[in-house]
């Protein structure tokens, strides 16, 4: 599968919300700020994590993720 930052922002928010967690919340816990969570669960195609996904692609790195439990 071709991986996106908008396949992974979705993840996160799926599971976030699937666990009953704030995007506040789970900003405070990780560390991290509330519009770093917002960003990164619209997908945005940050410098960074936009080079690791092409980065991993261009070599055939395969990149598999999974919610807790499989999503059930």
Do not use: W
């Given at each position: 599968?071709?991986?996106?930052?908008?396949?992974i922002?979705?993840?996160?928010?799926?599971?976030?919300?699937?666990?009953?967690?704030?995007?506040k919340?789970l900003?405070?816990?990780?560390?991290?700020?509330?519009?770093?969570?917002?960003?990164?669960?619209?997908?945005?195609?940050?410098?960074?994590?936009?080079?690791?996904?092409?980065?991993?692609?261009?070599?055939?790195?395969?990149?598999?993720?999974?919610?807790?439990?499989?999503?059930?």
């Amino acid at each position: 599968m071709h991986y996106t930052t908008e396949h992974i922002g979705k993840v996160i928010r799926d599971t976030r919300k699937q666990l009953g967690v704030t995007q506040k919340d789970l900003a405070l816990t990780s560390g991290t700020g509330l519009r770093f969570i917002i960003e990164l669960e619209k997908g945005k195609n940050t410098c960074q994590i936009g080079k690791v996904l092409t980065v991993m692609q261009t070599l055939g790195i395969k990149l598999d993720i999974m919610p807790p439990n499989g999503g059930q």
